[in-house]
């Protein structure tokens, strides 16, 4: 699995190393405004849509771990 994000990290696409196939996307759950997209982020909601049963629960939750690490090692610094 490849993951590439855009340049706010708000939004992810994780494709199939093998294939390019798009498996799903991640995007942080924004009901609307900027400072609910800070909570939102702050609270470490996401929608996630999946898009090929090649991605397994484990890969995904792989990701959603490293993430959330990934904002936790931001929010302390």
């Given amino acids: 699995v490849s993951v590439s994000g855009d ?3 708000s939004e992810f696409t994780l494709t199939s190393a093998a294939t390019g196939g798009l498996l ?3 995007k942080l759950d924004f009901p609307g405004g900027f400072l609910r997209n800070l ?7 996401y929608k996630i849509e999946v898009y090929s049963n090649e991605l397994s629960p484990l ?3 792989t990701f959603l771990v490293a993430l959330e690490h990934r904002r936790e090692t931001q929010r302390a610094i």
Avoid: D, E, K
């Fill in 7 to 9: 340049a706010f990290n």
């Fill in 24 to 26: 799903a996307t991640v």
């Fill in 39 to 45: 909570t939102a982020y702050n609270l470490g909601r």
């Fill in 59 to 61: 890969m995904l939750a």
